[in-house]
């Protein structure tokens, strides 16, 4: 059905205003021209290769190889200025890595010793490749938490440590694979998919899980649940009161106390970081002097013991890759790589804020990958970039990636000759410090921000917190995504549409909610559709644009003004529509046809235009009922409105549209 | 940090044109009052409540009770004319009902009996409830083959049954719960996830699959596989080519050719739409006279067999919900639910678009389930508004529901006194009804249609398609709305963004790619976000948004044209924003500042402008740096630059802005 009253109107071109544009439909584009562009907006909207365009090949490789090696790029200009800064962070951070290292290791139920070869191999490798200047490398406890319950649910580390640690390798080196390999598949967007307040929330409950969990600990339990949801772990501490002891209490809460106050101390001056770095470190030797002096290892209090002596050993050939539980193994790399790499960009990211400088997502994944990759294969656990020595790290005033070359030939030293010193650290001070360390990532000031500014963030925020503390780390993570998700998809399933009226005084049409002084114009309803016309929400817009216009009528009526004669669709945010779409567009010309009304669209872009055209949409509405501005679209029918007022045709075409 | 620079600029007030409105910043609304308006639109968005508004008590009832029986709306209305249609229409519809009643039936591994069962007692259920005219109520055949494989893989029909029929029941009973509690809950709008492109692919796919189900019945095969994949079918027909039967395949061949012989006349001269109408029930007689004559059934060519005479016999007691296969039942239900429900609605859609009437799809929903319900006590398995018969329906005149009432009176006769009749049926005449139907169901003309209009769609089309013959039936189904859904996230995750230009004579500003007149404004860089910046293109706008900057500085440099120096952002299209958008415009904000550049937004929405402002970023920023229009920011720019060209002062600011 053509535009029937096209003949009896005059050419719509004389009645729009001055310039009298019309809306251009883009030249048709070649299918795998248009395929390209999309593809590599996807997954190149940096356009990393920008920089290789027009040098010549030699200067193609250097920058190749500065790219893929980062320290090529800025070891040239290294100076001896930076070397002094970043010495004192990287001794700053070794002392903080030594005994968080081996708290992890613990948490992970894996032997404390890798905790320090941990903080050895991938800080080298790391030094290399990323590109943070200000990332120190180690393990987290997250993810070492994560490790724990998801391999301690097929294989017990107390019952097979051998294949415990080799699936911890493996969980490693598969992460380190994911996580690479996301990288280089230009997937780095994904991460974007945990939401800044998924990770507040996630982050809170596992800080409260692992606080729960270093009850054990505090209390000198020897028997623990195995699973970290709060109710488990409140079931199995009260179920065995009578085991408590009350010396493995007080010594933990002093020196956590002592922890939190270093902290204090040093958040109020930033100047005293040191201080608060170097506690961790403090407390360790202040807890393994009184026990070695007390002998209170003979009475009950736990120690971590013997330490081998000597560099990472190689475990490459410990790589269980035909292992029954290699699945696990899998399953529990994924996830933990997902989380650490969540973390450690985040991390990397803000710093990099902060100092103005750029991270590229997908190179630091690499990057990430690679460390875990030989990591695995010299007997280290999952590693990222934590967020606690990362802070100590910038706060020390670290000048490059140099300060983890420093922090791990600290390590090196310590493994090679300090080791035994470690003997008698009691198993509490690691408690207290992994509780200092976790208070710190509840930030429960960001939570109320969110409450204050999107309540539905806060809501993603608690599903996370409660999902992750009731539930478990995966339940938590899977909730908190699942729901932003959801606001995406609810975003485009429900888009909002708004009445516009005209701005007196200036030629502007906009929302009359937002702008009470805006006026309607008689005769004609201006909706503004907010939102992609994508099958998910076309049902949902056909109702309520007829809605609209019921309502405007209704309105009109009761007021007594001048009937409604036009209906002017604002397609200026419809960033894009899809067949479902235009049968909806169809749909509402018919509904407003049929109540003798007339349709008109103001300001479809470029890709809309062109799937109207190629749908006959354009042809069959009639090219002359597209505008380009609301404006002119509000002139064309205001135009035509006078023209019309005293003709009687309008009765006519009532039968014309009812028989269609 | 504040705007440094507002104490030098004049109030930006003078500045900007005429009316010099500000951006409004809506009141802000208790969190209840928000929160019942967001649930409205997304739960009651056709209002169903507003006729109620005002009404008295009794009045109320009546509304309320035609609401939930709309049969009691259109009855009293009903006149000898309509019933006069309807019987034609009524009597037509009854003679494609048995014979498709019974290739369903079989389809579905039950006994052919149900097939005429479930076109007696549904479809008054129907009549009362529904509120389409023209949709015709029967079992569907990819229903029925979804029940017979999801229930098959569990229990074997030909090994088990009467368990297999309980089960059937069962899960026709939990279809219907299903269905009524997703129109009772408001999640009607859950179905129109299944867009057209989807249902067009997984129709074709699922008719595909059937028709090779059928070469059993037209080979006269007696083993077949479980599997409805294209290539197990196929492994199967030819690992037995010695048993094809060529009496079978001859008289099959025959019918088939006989049907679609109708249906192209029918579909030449749409008058003669009762000649393909009445085809089917042609075939079933004449095939069971042939046989009878004949006594085919001796010679190997299977017949229906003796048909129980007599209405439904109740099946309430029936409803296996002890049975340990309850999981498949309630499986199976949820699954053909759905896909009943979509096709059911948007038949009945589509016919109602024709017409000129709505159709409320939660009723419509809420209906279906009821007559499922209602079917699974009295011996019917799954029901819904099958295509062919609706259309049969619509072409034979039928004018309300009575055609349904008169459909259910004539297989109730049938039922009582004619199914000795069917005895003699070959079983070849069914397979031949089927494939005839579902031929008619691959619609490869919308295919191409979507190829033309839309790439996107008819990937999902493929998908569905390909997923459906080659894999199963859920699983065509599950990665048809996982792309369709990727889409909708894609779309947030990577959305467009446009450099504006002036176009001449004309105050608008349009993106300069889609209009090549668009003139670009010297010094200053107008970018249009065309989606809702949320926390999963957060990270992607950032990137964007600096190569835009990155990319104009080296243009005007290229061009040597004057330095850039204010950035405006369009947000008019951004719909929405959550905290992760927040701290992007914040970042964007330092980027641009670092640059020496000045950000200015103009035309935020309601919403984005709320949270802007309870984020603090509208006062980071500066109020005088929002502005109503493109326009108007655009000559608050212009002027500055004017007023500032010759100053030095910028020499001064660039240090003030570097060390932030």
Redo the contacts between chains.
Sequence with gaps: MGNADSDEYPPMESVA???G?RV?I?PPRP?FES?RCSLK??FF???PLRQFKGQPPSRRLVLGLQYVLPILEWGPRYSLGFLRADLVSGVTIASLAIPQGISYAKLANLPPILGLYSSFVPPLVYAMMGSSRDLAVGTVAVASLLTASMLGKEVKASENPTLYLHLAFTATFVAGVFQASLGLLRLG?LV???????IVGFMAGAATVVCLQQLKGILGLTRFTHETDVISVMRSVFSQTHEWRWESAVLGCCFLFFLLLTRYLSKRRPKFFWISAMAPLMTVILGSLLVYLTHAEKHGVPVIGPLKKGLNPPSSTDLAFGSPYLSTAVKTGIVTGVIALAEGIAVGRSFA?FK?YHID?NKEMIAFGMMNIAGSCTSCYLTTGPFSRSAVNFNAGCKTAVSNIVMAIAIMFTLMFLTPLFHYTPLVVLSSIIIAAMLGLIDYETAI??W??????FVVCMAAYVGVVFGSVEIGLVIAVAI??L??????????TFVLGR??????Y??I?????AKNVPGILILEI???I???????LR??IS?WIDEEEDRLKASGEANLQYVILDM??V??I???G??MLE?IK?TVE?RDLKLALA?P???V?K?LS??KFVENLGQEWFF??V?QAVGACNFMLHKCKADTKRDGSDEKW?N?
Tied chains: 1, 2.
């Design positions: 205003d001055g310039g544009h251009a883009p299918f395929l907006e996807t909207p940096d356009d967007f974007d998919f945990l939401s800044h307040a998924t804020m103005n997502g921000h969110l204050v500014v999107d309540k539905f963030d932003s998700l606001r995406v998809l609810l975003f485009v399933a429900r888009p909002r701005i007196p005084n200036c030629n502007a906009r929302n909610e937002q702008y009470p002084i907010n939102a992609p994508y099958f998910a929400n076309a049902g949902y109702e309520r809605r200026g945010a960033g894009g899809d067949t479902s235009i049968s749909e018919k049929r300001n872009g470029g890709d235009m799937k190629k749908s380009l501005t404006e009812n269609v």
